[in-house]
């Protein structure tokens, strides 16, 4: 009974992984192209790249019944927004006083986010079904 309790959410967190890792790569790939072929800032294109990987992951939690799919954006994207500002501050920190990388910072902040994003949708998108 324990392991049926367990499945959905190892089955969700799969696929959160796998959208993930797709994700990651959209984030990483505009990150390098917008800095090195386009010559932004290391942080308008960390804005960028992290926005457009948002939207891939938006399909990873499915709708939940009896929250209008409104309320559900709604929460979506305040997280996302959230996310974003943590982000572009661990970059920000890393890049501009810690002397990291910007590559090596993406990781580290794509690292640290993943847990803020996975747990925060799971509770105020899921809540009610966990």
Request: glycine share 6%; proline share 1%; hydrophobic share 50%.
């Amino acid at each position: 009974m324990r392991k049926a309790l367990a499945q959905p959410h190892t089955k969700q967190f799969l696929k959160f992984a796998v959208v993930g890792l797709i994700s990651f790569g959209i984030d990483w790939g505009m990150l390098i192209a917008l800095v090195e072929l386009f010559h932004l800032d290391f942080l308008m294109s960390t804005t960028v790249s992290f926005t457009t990987s948002v939207v891939v992951m938006k399909y990873v939690f499915d709708h939940r019944e009896g929250m209008s799919r409104k309320r559900e954006f709604t929460i979506f994207t305040i997280l996302s927004v959230i996310g974003l500002g943590l982000n572009d501050l661990y970059m920000f920190v890393g890049v501009t006083f810690l002397s990291i990388g910007y590559q090596a910072m993406k990781a580290i902040a794509t690292f640290l986010v993943t847990w803020y994003n996975y747990f925060s949708r799971r509770f105020f998108l899921e809540g009610a079904r966990s």
